[in-house]
């Protein structure tokens, strides 16, 4: 349910009149859920008076800290003023769920702090794939592609919170030493020229198509609660190179099925991708590895086996 803002810049003040709005209607839920990128959404809950469990994508600190910097100077501000407001709605939130879950183990950590809670309160919720959406290509196309390698990025590249400038900022680098490979941004656009070799997609009709002709997917965010467009490009078959955002560290490191960065280098990302490109039994290993893992622990069935005792718990409570 999408209520519109009644406050432009006051977040704070539309999220309390959303919840006042938002208890009657749950008051004939049956099992009563927060799911949402941010616990502050979610103060209805709170507000009904019911138990809920609450499934919380990353804390509001975290992400904060990753957008920050390439905010304007009115956002700035706004978030200045909104955020004590915000920090109470979320902690009310989290610390009245009855169970309460996270995206990955790096959102528990981002959750269990804003809550005050220990982390082995946190439970971790997998974000489902479409594993049969998410479908590798064929095995001979993907090795010959290999020829003219295609790196991808998918996302809002004008979101500062992706760091896309990370990512070209190695590109040069990474076609200085493959000049057949080709960088596909799949999303909004950035501002300004890219580099030689970019080519911008712009909003497409199919992420899942232009997963399956990439050789190499990378993840260059400041920070992800989960990163699911991570978890889809291993689902199709795609070695995954991240930074250290977050949630996509232990999918890729658990999977095999990619190369989690120390940090935040212009010049190891770059070497790192080209040592990926010239190994191709590694990338193969990768592929394999990535794709069997998503199917096993993050299609719909797995998460609905999940779910089942859950569902039994909070019912009989």
């Given amino acids: 349910m999408v209520y519109p803002p009644y406050l432009p810049f006051v977040d704070s003040m539309n999220h309390l009149v959303h919840a006042r709005r938002l208890r009657r209607r749950l008051a004939d839920a049956g099992t009563l859920w927060v799911v949402a990128a941010a616990a502050s959404y979610g103060y209805g809950a709170v507000c009904s008076r019911r138990p809920y469990a609450a499934w919380i994508g990353t804390g509001l600190e975290s992400e904060w800290a990753a957008s920050r ?8 501000l706004a978030l200045d003023l909104n955020a004590p407001l915000l920090r109470r709605l979320e902690r009310r939130v989290l610390r009245g769920a009855a169970r309460l879950f996270a995206t990955s183990a790096g959102s528990r950590r981002s959750l269990a702090s ?5 982390e082995d309160r946190v439970g971790v919720l997998p974000i489902p794939v479409d594993v049969d959406r998410f479908l590798p290509g064929a095995e001979e196309d993907w090795i ?7 790196v991808v990025f998918v996302g809002r590249g004008d979101d500062p919170r992706k760091n896309l400038g990370l990512l070209l900022g190695a590109w040069p680098s990474i076609q200085w030493e493959l000049p057949e490979a080709r960088l596909w941004l799949a999303g909004r656009a950035p501002s300004g020229r890219l580099p030689r070799g970019a080519d911008a997609l ?8 232009v997963l399956r002709s990439a050789s190499v997917f990378v993840l260059p965010s400041l920070q992800e609660g989960f990163g699911i467009v991570a978890a889809e490009a291993l689902a199709a078959g795609v070695p995954v190179v991240t930074t250290p955002c977050g949630g996509p560290e232990a999918l890729v490191r ?3 099925g990619g190369v989690v960065l120390p940090g935040f280098d212009a010049p190891m990302l770059a070497s790192t991708v080209v040592e990926l490109l010239r190994d191709p039994a590694r990338l193969a290993r990768m592929r394999a590895s990535g794709r069997a893992y998503v199917e096993r622990e993050h299609a719909p069935e797995a998460l609905r086996r999940r779910l089942a005792p859950i569902l039994e718990d909070l019912n009989g409570a």
């Fill in 254 to 256: 658990d999977s095999g």
């Fill in 144 to 150: 010959a592609g290999l020829e003219r390698p295609v």
């Fill in 114 to 118: 804003a809550a005050g809670l220990p």
């Fill in 69 to 76: 910097p390439g905010l304007t100077r009115l956002r700035r």
């Fill in 202 to 209: 712009g909003e497409v009709s199919s992420v899942a198509d």
